[in-house]
């Protein structure tokens, strides 16, 4: 196990994650998952008479890749009980093919839960893009393990 254990997170604890270039493939990818094949993501000539003038990424996409960008950076690894919720998630910004996105993760609570052998944790995230503007905002909270005595 490389993952950070409840004991080892505390408030304002910060982690940067790597980026990731968001794709058209990211995109057709998640329509076929999920089934919302919105125009507006799927369709390169819809899309350049929106408001945002071309395609853009599905916002449950860039949520679902924050999650994957803040699992790779170990602290999670082994050492989560279970993904518990997500709070006032925003999404500020649209995400775009080509974009490259990373997230910043502050730990904001921490609260021991001794009958599940854990605690909860509690990280503001923001997704940001190559040029540091946010896109994507809210928090999530987790349930981790206590260390091995």
Same mark, same amino acid.
């Given at each position: 196990?490389? %993952? #950070? ?6 408030? %304002? ?7 990731? =270039? ?5 995109? !057709?990818?998640?329509? %076929? #998952? /999920? ?6 993501? =799927? ?16 916002? +449950?996409?860039?949520? /679902?890749?924050?999650?994957? #960008? ?5 602290? +999670?690894?082994?050492? !989560?009980?279970?993904?518990?919720? !997500?709070?006032?998630? $925003?999404? !500020?910004?649209? *995400?775009? @093919? %080509? ?7 502050? =730990?904001?609570?921490? $609260?021991? +839960? ?6 909860? *944790?509690? @990280?503001?995230?923001? *997704? ?5 503007? *946010? ?10 393990? +206590?260390?091995?005595?």
């Amino acid at each position: 196990m490389t %993952g #950070l254990y409840f004991e080892e997170f505390f408030v %304002g604890q910060t982690v940067t994650t790597v980026g990731r =270039t968001m794709t058209e493939f990211d995109i !057709v990818t998640f329509a %076929g #998952l /999920s089934g919302d094949y919105n125009q507006i993501h =799927t369709d390169p000539e819809f899309s350049k008479t929106t408001m945002f003038g071309k395609q853009i990424a599905h916002g +449950l996409l860039g949520l /679902s890749i924050a999650s994957g #960008l803040a699992w790779q950076t170990g602290i +999670l690894d082994g050492t !989560v009980i279970a993904f518990r919720e !997500v709070k006032e998630w $925003k999404f !500020v910004k649209p *995400v775009f @093919i %080509g974009d490259t996105i990373y997230v910043d993760l502050i =730990t904001i609570e921490t $609260k021991a +839960l001794p009958r599940i052998g854990g605690g909860s *944790v509690t @990280i503001t995230l923001e *997704v940001k893009n190559q040029n540091e503007e *946010v896109c994507h905002r809210g928090s999530w909270t987790v349930l981790m393990m +206590l260390k091995p005595k």
